[in-house]
């Protein structure tokens, strides 16, 4: 059971790291996770205040990531994942978004009451992001060569020489051959694999030991996803980098996440590790999700959840979920459901789980 | 007794319904413009100009010698109560000259955007919605034109038709319809691969139909932003030749010209060049106040 | 497309706009007046002297015939000759240019530097006291009118604090003193070159409130330009990469966001070299410098056409150059343009 037992919605957040030390040393990939986080997100909830009203966009987010590990973060476009993202790196923007609850801890220290400075120095050189669009990441007037050299001289303090040495390991370690003409290409001038590796250099570049990766293969190619999601892997091997995959799509989340968590409406609704969401579904939408997805080669008619995503300004009170879900129940419209664990490392936040869950039989599968 | 017929008076209300989402665009327009306070005092400024302007018989404390009438015996006065900016070097009060002046400094660059609208907004829409050898013509035009730096071709065809304020405005239109042919044709260019334009011709839709009600009101916006700040610089522009004896003659109030004779009277009578020259900075200062403040509301960012 | 073709078409448009600038020169004088020989001859002339224009400007031939012949006297160095000077108007505006380009390239530098460096500032301190300051500075620098400036300065630092001498581009006792040998016509430059500092001196000093009156509204462009330029730069996403990367704030608005940002300045930059050829003209009536603008207006008003047509196509000629190269330079600033 992971020591990470996220707070009940109501209960104060722990300001103190949890007791029950985590256990170090790296997770085999596939086995499921025990403790030892290395990032910690415990009842998060973020808001952004625009023009037409205050937007919740984060509503209690639980997640863990331990050292080694790739947890998948997936959901519909709004849900959520990306200011997840952001919020661990603190990027985003101050006087538009509050964090109104919750805690990010990293190592065992508390990143939401560090300084700008004090993150400027976490950031690229331990937690590390790339995004979606890897051209619109790398500055188009300086050489790939020139952007990734002056964030390893920002962060190792060398300069020239090693610091080119350095920038040539780093395109070597994705997969990028580390010659001159790679290093002065400007990013238009690469295919969009390259550009994403190059990104993925920069970003491991000071040695990183978590990256947050948003998108980073919808806007490529489904041949070029395979060998970045290669690339993931192999970081993870090789270097040792655990990582956050944000992405909507769940088949990439199947192939490359040793743990995966379905985020609907600015709150995590299941999580666990990937295999055993993706045979034993509990929760209503993580169910209604996989249906979505086309099934082999018989040509039955697509599904669709119905009922649209709600309105994050004036969003459905109790569980988000509930317009939409076949389940719903009274308790539903008002409480918001608490994370439940089904089973080792598998965690779920619905009501109806937890009733059947409680109910004084053995255990009702989905 | 008259009885208004039950479709007289939904008349009203339907225009109402049929145009709410537009009504509810423009109120959060203004809405958005009255945040930049600067650009609403700048709207005040201008108003209270155009009331100078058409109010100046009635508002300039000496009317006749704003017009150009002179009293020599009170020639070169500084300020004072009588006479709050002084008087000229025939004896005129300058605050009636500078109030009369208000007059040419609106008209002037009033006329002279229509009759640049009217030339480059066409030509624009054309070039860009027919592209082909029509396209690359008027760009090849525009190009000569805008080779020129704008007020060497402006004096040099006044000083070839003949210095007035007429063949200044003639000569300034010239000078600026390329501006406006470019950005409307770069609109057009862009929005004739769109898909609805592409629907529309497939249908049959008349070209010169597309244009006018598909394309030319995408323009509205940046034509508008531009116009706002090219008001300005045209209203330097007539100063400017007015200044260089090119465009309105005395006994004309043209701000321009007044600080042109000022400037022989600078060092012992500022008044006669100063006041004029405030005038100018001021309307030119609240324009392109005006102009920030429009581009921040057609910017899509502010809006949210 | 490689570089060489880039330059190539660049070349090419910059001959075909040249002889467009001369085309329309040629029907501004030749189509636009009523009688183009009287004109020509000059508001003495009487009958045989119009004859004797008419049969000069070719006016019995077609006016294609009128313009080839024009353009072939322009490529031959024959620009006319002044009908109120009587010197050949390519001499002239040699011999009057050099104090204009002091001017104007005085005016570039300054606007250049200090509007880049402030506009950026303002984007980096965005919504602060000074930010609020200098955009007033800005916005108020380009609604002046330069003439006006001008003569505000002169009140102001000659009048009332009696600081900085108000006319000419040196002093007469100094021209006699400490004469500068002719070397570029340019005061400063000459002076410099050959050590002769007192006349530097006296000649910088008459230099700076000229120059400052040209330079308002350029910087003030350049300015509100830089400002919104690294404003949209900042709001990229490669600058959210930087920032997640963790380089400071200052090396993202100073390198990152202001190299990206100087495509669009460096255009309106061009644009700010054609307003100061021709406001150079308005400083140097008030402060009775004897460069070209001084030429152009005196012919201007003396109805010299000749040389109002020699002023039109130099300065012309020189703008397009200019922006020639400020399009090269904006080529080589961002490498998007030319090696996509």
């Known amino acids: 059971m992971s020591s990470a ?30 403790a030892g986080d290395l990032l910690r997100i415990a009842g998060l909830k973020v808001e952004f205040r625009s023009m037409r009203g205050v937007v919740k966009a984060l509503d209690g987010v639980n997640l863990s990531v331990a050292p080694r590990e790739i947890l998948g973060l997936v959901g519909e476009s709004g849900c959520g994942k990306s200011v997840t993202g952001f919020a661990v790196l603190g990027l985003l923007p101050r006087p538009i978004a509050r964090y109104t609850d919750g805690e990010i801890v990293f190592r065992g220290e508390d990143l939401l009451g560090k300084s700008e400075h004090e993150m400027r120095a976490l950031r690229g050189k331990v937690i590390s992001m790339v995004f979606q669009d890897p051209l619109a990441s790398l500055n188009p007037v300086f050489t790939v060569g020139e952007q990734i050299s002056r964030v390893v001289r920002l962060h190792r303090g060398v300069s020239g020489g090693p610091a080119r040495e350095m920038t040539r390991e780093a395109l070597a370690a994705t997969g990028l051959p580390p010659t001159d003409e790679i290093l002065q290409s400007y990013p238009h001038q690469l295919s969009g694999g390259m550009r994403q590796r190059a990104c993925m250099a920069m970003a491991i570049s000071c040695g990183s030991e978590l990256l947050i990766a948003d998108e980073p293969t919808t806007a490529l190619d489904v041949t070029i996803q395979a060998q970045i999601l290669k690339l993931l892997l192999r970081l993870r091997e090789e270097r040792g980098v655990a990582q956050v995959l944000i992405t909507h799509n769940v088949g990439v989340a199947a192939q490359t996440c040793d743990r995966v968590a379905v985020m609907y409406a600015g709150t995590v609704v299941e999580q666990g590790p990937t295999a055993r969401v993706m045979k034993h579904p509990y929760h209503p939408y993580t169910i209604a999700l996989y249906e979505c997805l086309p099934q082999g080669k018989r040509a039955a008619e697509l599904h669709t959840i119905p009922g649209s995503v709600p309105d994050l300004i004036d969003p459905p009170p109790g569980c988000r979920y509930h317009p939409r879900c076949p389940r719903a129940m009274d308790v539903c419209t008002t409480v918001k459901p608490a994370p439940t664990p089904v089973a080792e490392g598998h965690w779920v936040s619905c009501h109806d789980v937890a009733r059947r869950l409680a109910a004084p039989v053995h255990e009702v599968a989905p | 007794m008259s009885v208004t017929t039950p479709t007289q008076t939904r008349g009203l209300s339907d225009w109402r319904v049929r145009h709410a989402a537009s009504l509810s665009e423009w109120r959060h327009s203004v809405r958005v413009f009255a945040r930049d306070r600067l650009a609403v005092i700048a709207v005040v400024w201008i108003a209270f100009m155009v009331v100078l302007a058409v109010g100046a018989p009635v508002i300039a404390p000496y009317p006749s010698q704003g017009q150009g009438q002179p009293d020599v015996s009170i020639r070169l006065q500084a300020p004072s109560a009588h006479h709050l900016f002084g008087t000229d070097e025939l004896g005129r009060d300058v605050l009636s000259r500078v109030v009369y002046g208000s007059r040419i400094a609106l008209v002037m660059p009033f006329v002279t955007m229509i009759g640049v609208l009217l030339i480059g907004i066409p030509l624009g829409g054309i070039a860009g919605y027919f592209g082909g050898l029509v396209d690359e013509a008027v760009m090849r035009v525009t190009d000569v ?35 406006y042919t470019r950005l409307v044709r770069g609109m057009a260019v862009s929005l004739r691969q769109r898909p ?20 030319l009101p995408h323009a509205f916006g940046p034509v508008i932003v531009q116009m706002t700040v090219d008001v300005g610089t045209v209203i330097l522009a007539v100063a400017a030749m007015s200044f260089l004896g090119l465009g309105a003659k005395p ?16 060092l012992q009578q500022w008044w006669i060049g100063t006041f004029p020259g405030l005038a100018i900075f001021l309307l030119v200062l609240a324009f392109n106040l005006v102009g920030d403040g429009l581009r921040d509301v057609l910017d899509p960012r502010m809006r949210r | ?43 003495q002339a009487r009958g045989p002297a119009i004859a004797a224009a008419r049969r000069l400007l070719h006016m019995n031939q077609p006016l294609y015939v009128q313009y080839v012949a024009y353009v072939w006297d322009l490529l031959h160095g024959d620009w006319g000759t002044s009908l109120r000077t009587h010197r050949s108007v390519l001499s002239d505006l040699v011999r009057f240019a050099p104090l204009s380009l002091q001017l104007v390239a005085g005016a570039m530098i300054l606007a250049t530097i200090v509007g880049i460096a402030l506009g950026a500032l303002t984007a980096h301190l965005k919504g602060g006291v000074v930010d609020f300051v200098l955009r007033i500075f800005a916005i108020g620098g380009v609604s002046l009118p330069s003439f006006w400036l001008a003569m505000m300065l002169q009140i102001v630092f000659f009048r009332v604090l009696h600081a900085l001498p108000v006319a000419g581009p040196i002093s007469v006792n100094v021209q006699f003193t400490d004469p500068i040998t002719h070397i570029t016509g340019m005061p400063l430059v000459d002076a410099l070159v050959t050590g002769n500092l007192t006349a530097f001196g006296d000649s910088f000093l008459h230099f700076i409130l000229p120059c400052l009156a040209l330079a308002a509204y350029p910087t003030g462009v350049m300015m509100r330009m830089t400002r919104s330029a690294v404003l949209e730069a900042l709001g990229q996403d490669y600058i959210r990469m930087a920032d997640a990367m963790g380089v400071p704030k200052r090396v993202i608005i100073y390198r990152y966001a202001l190299k990206n940002s100087l495509a669009p ?4 930059l061009g644009l700010m070299f054609a307003y100061s050829l021709v406001g150079a003209f308005f400083i140097e009536l008030i402060f009775a410098w004897p460069g070209l603008g001084s030429y152009a207006l005196q012919s201007i008003l003396s109805l010299d056409y000749p040389a109002i047509m020699g002023v039109t196509i130099l300065v012309a000629s020189v703008y397009v150059i200019v922006n020639l190269i400020v399009d090269l330079v904006i080529a080589w600033l961002d490498p998007r343009i030319v090696l996509s």
Not at chain 2, 165 to 179: D, F, K, S
Not at chain 2, 260 to 265: F, H, L, N
Not at chain 3, 265 to 268: I, N, Q, R
């Open chain 2, 145 to 179: 034109f805008l080779a020129f730096p704008s007020l060497i071709l402006t004096m040099a065809l006044v000083a070839f038709l003949g210095a007035s304020l007429r063949n200044v405005g003639i000569a300034i239109v010239v000078t600026w319809w390329p501006w």
């Open chain 2, 196 to 215: 609805f334009v592409k629907v529309a011709r497939t249908m049959g839709v008349a070209d010169l139909r597309i244009i006018l009600r598909h394309i």
């Open chain 1, 5 to 34: 037992i996220p707070p009940a919605p109501g209960a104060p957040a722990p300001r103190a790291p949890a007791a029950g030390a985590a256990p170090a040393g790296a997770a085999p990939a596939g086995a499921p996770v025990g």
């Open chain 2, 251 to 266: 006994p004309t109030p043209d701000w321009g010209l007044m600080i042109s004779t000022g400037q022989s009277y600078i």
């Open chain 3, 1 to 43: 497309m490689t570089v060489r073709a880039y330059l190539l078409r660049r070349v090419l448009l910059l001959v075909f706009v040249l002889l467009g600038i001369s085309l329309i020169t040629f029907l501004l004088a030749r189509v636009v007046p009523a009688d183009p020989a009287a004109l020509y001859a000059g508001p």
């Open chain 3, 265 to 268: 300045v460096f255009t309106v």
